[in-house]
């Protein structure tokens, strides 16, 4: 089973408007709304891949049910954990005339200690035992840092897979508690090490040099348009992407986790599900608003790809 884990999902509203510009009405087109945050943007690529997860998230609020509502809409198994505060928001303007995207995320309520305890009470609970959870998203205002640490400890006690995906104080607990996989971007792993990367060999010697320290067994750098650096043990791979027309680049770090995730259940080996991971990120980002990867694109890029290296 894959379990995911939002502690602070968002009803995304995403829209098009020809320019923006300060102290005018601006006319935009209907507004599209999509279940958000890190988590369960995971489990809806999964879904989109074939592949079933569980989604576990907070909600409270109009928004909360709300999202409730979309995600039964998508036919997404999920489990909301009621908390007081209101769901957030997130809001996303294109601008037809220049291509830009305009994004803007709220903070989200404020979570109680007994209600983020709660959260690992339920993860806790889940029946049969999950052998992937995938923690991503910020953690919102109340949570503890060490909350995702005190997740991946968890997941060594069932024998599951650990992946994190944040960043901040909270990344850095986490990889201190030791995990399967982290995904940074180049910023989030110098933070990690604690110095600049100014270089692919820096970048290299940093991503190893978590893995041998025993903090994590896979590091997958997010290098954007041009793929993903893979390191395990002690070598360096990098992945390339294949070129894709850009509509939104929303979700397209969540859909690269869910196929990874997709391709180590599929019976893959890492680096070919990274490779299927890095093709679901592109296909992702040729999705309008906040639309994640689809399973034609993704599989018919990792068939090119494929093909590129052999």
């Not at 971007?185 to 970048?203: M, S, W, Y």
Request: hydrophobic share 45%; aromatic share 4%.
């Amino acid at each position: 089973m894959i379990v995911t884990l939002t502690m602070n999902p968002s009803v995304d509203v995403s829209t098009d408007v020809d320019h923006v510009m300060p102290e005018h009405k601006l006319r935009c087109s209907a507004a599209r709304f999509e279940p958000g945050g890190g988590g369960l943007n995971v489990s809806r690529a999964l879904r989109n891949l074939g592949e079933e997860s569980l989604a576990l998230y907070t909600a409270g609020g109009m928004h909360g049910a709300m999202l409730q509502d979309l995600l039964d809409h998508e036919h997404v198994p999920h489990r909301a954990l009621a908390v007081a505060g209101p769901t957030r928001e997130s809001f996303a303007v294109l601008e037809t005339n220049s291509g830009q995207q305009f994004r803007f995320n709220l903070p989200g309520p404020t979570l109680s200690e007994p209600e983020w305890r709660a959260c690992l009470e339920a993860l806790a609970s889940i029946t049969p035992v999950p052998t992937f959870i995938v923690a991503s998203g910020s953690l919102p205002p109340g949570v503890p840092d060490h909350f995702y640490a005190e997740v991946a400890a968890f997941g060594r006690t069932i024998g599951a897979r650990v992946s994190v995906d944040t960043s901040g104080a909270a990344l850095q607990a986490a990889v201190d508690a030791s995990l399967f996989l982290i995904k940074p971007n180049l910023r989030e792993l110098a933070l990690l090490v604690g110095r600049p990367l100014d270089d692919e060999a820096e970048v290299e010697r940093a991503a190893l040099e978590l893995v041998s320290s025993g903090r994590t067994t896979v590091v997958v750098v997010s290098l954007g348009a041009a793929g993903a650096l893979l390191a395990t043990g002690t070598t360096c791979e990098r992945l390339r992407s294949p070129t894709v027309p850009i509509r939104s680049k929303v979700g397209a770090g969540d859909s690269m986790v869910a196929g990874i995730v997709a391709g180590l259940v599929r019976g893959l080996d890492l680096r070919e599900a990274v490779r299927f991971g890095v093709a679901a990120g592109a296909a992702a980002v040729m999705t309008p608003g906040s639309e994640l990867c689809r399973r034609d694109d993704t599989e018919r890029l990792y068939r090119y790809v494929r093909r590129e290296v052999e």
